[in-house]
């Protein structure tokens, strides 16, 4: 297996992870964060594939996607935190309301 | 905390099949990327700078790259919309963070100045020195500063649009005078992204470091400043 396949699959780990973070915590901080872990993984696996053929300079399209992408995912961080803060300003806490507190 | 345990054991066995379909179809793909590294490589001529992640990101897919700006403006209007209230002051930083500050600012200015230029043949451009620019405004606004009263208003506006729109106006060149939108003219080609991507970085930076403050400036003049201690007068 050559490295760029082990970076693709660590890529496949991470987005895995972050899906089961995403599903099981009710807090919305920790599901921000899930969903960023997922979004790695994705860029990982973009950034390895385009490297995975030994001899030859890496594809530039897959490293074009996620040089905007990583911005893009920021700005979209930025915009779930502010509405986490609405949320608990509108409810007080930062869970969705159908959620179970226990 | 059963309820817990029971959606573990029904998400894990569902995620490992996930993740296993997930490796199966990369490693399945095929060794040698097909086409599109090879059109890129064959074009470079074309493409008005010399590295193919610029080429690309500017040139060939110039329009993802356009809307992707769009995109960054749209997460700060709707951060604008959602109408929070402003953070409150924060005390004064100590000396550590003001020195660091005061060392680090001009450093990533100037780094953002490099990055932008070194784009065109090496990594780096607009997006990155964008980010480095916006790190820069957070330090700042960490340290105690704030955007002054004179540029809130629609000199932020008009930095926030620049970028976006410089892209358009350029777009819109190019499907006048040379019958498509975004195909630009070999000769002109560099002078066209160094504009774009010059715009798009002053528009990338505000536009991060705009909802690192997590809503909309209010200007803070003496008025308010004055305002606020009277009232803190009046509750004693």
């Keep these: ?63 074009a996607m996620v040089i905007t992408g ?33 | ?25 990369v490693l399945s793909l095929p060794e040698q990327p097909q086409q599109l590294p090879k059109l890129v490589i064959n074009n470079m001529n074309e493409s008005g700078v010399s590295h193919p992640v610029t080429a690309v990101l500017l040139n060939f897919r110039g329009y993802d790259t356009l809307l992707e700006l769009v995109v960054l403006l749209l997460a700060l209007l709707a951060v ?19 020195t660091l500050t005061h060392l680090l600012t001009p450093l990533l200015i100037l780094i953002t ?45 008009i930095i926030l649009i620049t970028g976006p729109a410089m892209f358009i106006i350029i777009a819109v060149r190019t499907l006048l005078f040379d019958g498509q939108l975004l195909k630009y003219p070999p000769a002109q080609a560099g002078l066209f992204i160094a504009i774009i991507e010059t715009v798009a970085t002053l528009s990338i930076a505000a ?5 690192f403050l997590g809503t909309r400036p209010i200007a803070i003049n003496k008025k308010n400043i004055e305002q606020a201690s009277d009232n803190g007068s009046e509750h004693k």
């Design chain 1, 1 to 63: 297996m050559n490295p760029a396949n082990f970076y693709a699959l660590i890529g496949i780990g991470l987005f895995s992870v972050g899906l089961l973070g995403l599903i099981i915590n009710s807090h919305l901080l920790k599901k921000i964060l899930a969903f960023n872990i997922m979004g790695s993984g994705v860029f990982l696996v973009l950034v390895a594939l385009a490297r995975r053929a030994e001899n030859i300079p890496a594809d530039p399209v897959p490293d």
């Design chain 2, 80 to 98: 604008w919309s959602l109408n929070l209230p402003a953070a409150e002051p924060r005390s004064t930083p100590n000396r550590v963070l003001d």
């Design chain 2, 113 to 157: 100045a490099y990055l932008l230029w070194i784009g065109a043949h090496a990594p780096g451009g607009a997006f990155q020195a964008g980010s480095v620019l916006a790190a820069a405004a957070v330090l700042l606004m960490l340290a105690g500063w704030r955007i002054p009263a004179k540029l809130i208003g629609l000199p932020l506006r």
């Design chain 2, 1 to 25: 905390m059963n309820r817990k345990i029971l959606l573990l054991t029904l998400l894990l066995p569902l995620l490992v099949t996930l993740a296993a379909g997930l490796a199966y179809a």
């Design chain 2, 207 to 211: 536009t991060l470091a705009a909802l």
């Design chain 1, 70 to 102: 990583i911005v893009v995912a920021v700005s979209a961080t930025a915009l779930a935190l502010t509405l986490m803060l609405r949320v608990v300003s509108e409810t007080g806490h930062a869970t969705l309301p159908d959620e179970v507190e226990k």
